[in-house]
Structures are given as structure tokens and as C-alpha cells.
């Protein structure tokens, strides 16, 4: 069974700029997490899905904002990036997170310029 | 707000010596308990976790954690590591049914040969 996969690995953008990432979760489950990953701050939740319907989200500006498609795909758009988005954006995914382990990707790394 | 505190930033075994990793949350309602590790150039994953139940939770690769509600404890453990235990280990707790993980700043383990 093919893992949780998230594209691209690696994103370079400068201040000012949009980037979208992607999320593949693993095939049947249909709740996606993302999280952010950085050194001063550490693992900080975003927000989560299921079914298309964002059921909780963490403490981040408007500018970070998501959706999930039909297909279980998810994906998170950061707008107008500032140099303090540079990080490891991680998506986990599970059957149903009221029961279910998470299972995490590999993670993009975003760099802000 | 829910957080959780980890004791302990950075620690150095030697082979075959006992591990024990704090954790302590602040939330008083019903929670979920999560340990993940993260082994280096590897994603995170699962180590084991607790929903309801038996609160002594056994694990992958031996190691296991026990939930002490009275102290919103939930502590690791592993009475003899290994070199190959040498990774960045998680605690993490999210309300039940709130969908939103919450991790500690997590703990860095380095066994010594």
C-alpha cells in the first residue's frame, strides 16, 4: 500500500508570493492533517479534513488555507508568504481521526526568500 | 488553550541503559495520547497511543507508555535501548473528537555504541 505522498519536495519562493502544496493520502483514508514543522516553534497544527469539510483548524493567520477534493487529495495554500513561513509542512492522513492512526508523508520543505 | 511539555530537550544513553521520557498536557477533558518518533532521514511515525482503556499502552519496537490521568502524564518508556533507537521522540494529545494534535517540543536521543 503506497504511503502518504506530498508534492513538491522542495519549494523556493520569495516574500510576497503564493505557493500551493499537495497531499495524497494513503488510498481509503479520507482524513488529512496538516501540520507545520520548524525549529522554533516545533509540530503546529493547521487544520484537518474529512470528507471535503474542514473540522478543526490551529492558530494561523488567514493567509494559510485549505481544502479537500472528493478524491480524498488535499491541498494547503499559503498567500502573501512572509520569510517566518520557511518550514517542513507535514500532511498525515487516516481512516477516520476519531479512531484511527495518523500516518504521516515525508513532508515539502518551503524556503521563503 | 491545550499544550503539552516535554521534560526533557535533549538526552544521551549508553547501549542497553533504561529510558524514560516525560510528558506532561494541560487539558481536563477526556484526551488521546500519541508518542511518534521520528528516526533521522525517516518520516514520523506512530510509537504507540492511547485512547481509552488499560492506561499501560505497549508499543513498537518495545517500548511503552503509561497514562496517570491524575498527574496529565503520559510517559515513555523502554527499559533497555538500543543504538538504533537514536531519534527525535514525540508527545502529542488531542481532545477526544476535537481532531487537532497538539505536540510537545520534542525529545532528542542519542545512544551511545
Redesign the interface.
Given at each position: 500500500k503506497a504511503?502518504v505522498t506530498q508534492t513538491p519536495r522542495y519549494l523556493i519562493k520569495t516574500r510576497g508570493q503564493q505557493v500551493t502544496l499537495s497531499c495524497s493520502p494513503i488510498s481509503g483514508h479520507r482524513?488529512v492533517?496538516w501540520?507545520q514543522q520548524t525549529p522554533g516553534q516545533?509540530?503546529?497544527?493547521l487544520f484537518?479534513y474529512?470528507s471535503e469539510t474542514q473540522?478543526?483548524?490551529?492558530n494561523f493567520p488567514g493567509r494559510f488555507s485549505g481544502r479537500q477534493f472528493s478524491n480524498s487529495r488535499s491541498e494547503m495554500n499559503v498567500s502573501t508568504l512572509e520569510l517566518g513561513d520557511s518550514a517542513l509542512y507535514?500532511c498525515?492522513s487516516s481512516i477516520d481521526?476519531?479512531?484511527d492512526?495518523?500516518?504521516?508523508?515525508?513532508?515539502t520543505r518551503l524556503t521563503v526568500l | 488553550a491545550q499544550s503539552v511539555s516535554q521534560h526533557n530537550h535533549h538526552v544521551i544513553l549508553s547501549e542497553a541503559a533504561s529510558l524514560e521520557l516525560g510528558c506532561n498536557y494541560s487539558y481536563g477533558g477526556t484526551v488521546n495520547l500519541f508518542w511518534?518518533v521520528q528516526y533521522p532521514g525517516q518520516?514520523?511515525?506512530?510509537l504507540l497511543?492511547y485512547?481509552s482503556g488499560d492506561p499501560l499502552v505497549k508499543g513498537i519496537k518495545g517500548f511503552e507508555a503509561e497514562f496517570i490521568k491524575s498527574k496529565f502524564s503520559f510517559n515513555l518508556r523502554k527499559p533497555s535501548v538500543q543504538w538504533s533507537d537514536t531519534a527525535e521522540y514525540?508527545c502529542?494529545v488531542?481532545r477526544t473528537?476535537?481532531?487537532?494534535?497538539?505536540?510537545?517540543?520534542?525529545t532528542r536521543l542519542f545512544v551511545k555504541a
Open positions: 504511503g482524513s492533517s501540520y516545533g509540530l503546529q497544527f484537518e474529512f473540522r478543526n483548524k490551529g507535514l498525515a481521526r476519531a479512531t492512526t495518523q500516518y504521516f508523508g515525508p513532508g | 511518534y518520516h514520523l511515525q506512530l497511543k485512547f514525540f502529542a488531542e473528537g476535537g481532531f487537532k494534535t497538539i505536540f510537545g517540543a520534542g
